[in-house]
């Protein structure tokens, strides 16, 4: 028990934060790169103006036409993906042990509503779940990897859920919990997860030439 | 006569309830969390004497210290004030905040140890 809690939250942790940060950096790097030998006309393309023009859009729910065709996806795609994020920087617990590690705080959410979005988190990883299941367009573009993909980013969810009700086997949940967390972070720059780095810089793209070259408008 | 039986009786409660208020660190069970204002766990699970007997922790100041110019005193102890007395809720300078200064204390030396509670359930059981 003790050697593996030790495990987990030293080696492990180490490894997973740098290659997640690394990976990240190496990402983004390889994707400049790649842009500079291949179309290194695109970096004349870039304009911030319409970057942030087309950001925007696409960062406020139902703002772009494609987020007014499925309400109802949308809607689950914003409280997934803000929930995901926020809830792992933010829940009380994450921040204790940092503080114990390293002597160093920040702003924490009251316990109720973390849990309440680590719910929603849950509901709608089991949204994407059915519908991949259910939606015959959506299946059809289904493979191996997005059952694979969404495994990843749900179990931390669901067995931080468990550990903090402390249901069910409670020492292994928590275990499980910290390293299925480590596979999300370590994945996150080797899989399509990495649309969290990428697709910032893709939507810069779009919104340049659209905005810019077309005189058109991406959302 | 009977006022003198009257004296004894009173005396003897005075001296048992003097006993147990200083020795109820023998029936804690848990440490209490109410200076916390808004407790978010419930409070922590801690059998002073059988901890104490268990762990094989011989000396009361491992845990209840006395620092003096921000160095640990040896052969000072300080039972007799709670840690909340010295630790506020938050911390200053080299001094633990409370909440920090239960965790370090008693979850650092499990971690030492490599035994007793280390996860949050373990000792804020539910």
């Not at chain 1, 997005?146 to 402390?166: C, E, K, N, R, T």
Request: hydrophobic content about 45%.
């Amino acid at each position: 028990m003790h050697t593996a809690y030790d495990m987990l939250t030293g080696p492990c942790a180490w490894t997973a934060f740098i290659l997640f940060f690394g990976g990240c950096l190496y990402r983004l790097i390889k994707m400049l790169w790649l842009v500079w030998k291949k179309e290194r006309f695109i970096f004349s393309y870039m304009s911030l103006r319409y970057s942030l023009r087309s950001l925007v859009h696409w960062m406020v729910p139902f703002m772009a036409v494609n987020w007014r065709r499925q309400p109802v996806l949308t809607i689950a795609t914003f409280a997934f993906h803000l929930c995901l994020i926020l809830t792992p920087l933010f829940v009380s617990a994450h921040i204790i042990l940092w503080e114990e590690a390293w002597q160093f705080s920040w702003w924490m959410l009251p316990d109720g509503l973390a849990d309440a979005m680590t719910m929603v988190v849950i509901v709608c990883a089991g949204y994407f779940f059915i519908r991949r299941l259910v939606s015959p367009e959506v299946r059809y573009v289904t493979g191996p990897s997005d059952w694979i993909i969404l495994s990843i980013v749900a179990a931390p969810f669901i067995s931080g859920f468990l550990a903090y009700h402390q249901w069910f086997a409670y020492r292994f949940f928590t275990m499980f919990h910290i390293f299925s967390g480590e596979v999300m972070l370590v994945a996150i720059p080797f899989t399509r997860l990495s649309h969290m780095i990428i697709s910032p810089f893709t939507r810069a793209y779009m919104g340049s030439e659209f905005g810019k070259i077309r005189h058109a408008r991406d959302w | 006569m009977k006022k003198s039986i009257g004296s004894i009786l009173i005396l003897c409660t005075i001296f048992l309830f003097g006993w147990v208020s200083v020795h109820s660190q023998e029936e804690m069970e848990v440490v209490d969390n109410s200076v916390f204002d808004q407790p978010r766990r419930t409070s922590s699970l801690f059998m002073h004497d059988d901890h104490n007997e268990s762990a094989g922790i011989e000396e009361c100041h491992v845990c209840h210290h006395v620092y003096e110019d921000g160095e640990l005193l040896e052969d000072e102890s300080s039972e007799d004030s709670s840690c909340s007395e010295c630790h506020e809720i938050d911390a200053s300078g080299d001094m633990p905040g409370l909440m920090m200064a239960y965790h370090l204390n008693c979850k650092g030396c499990h971690l030492k140890e490599k035994k007793g509670p280390v996860l949050c359930g373990e000792c804020h059981h539910k």
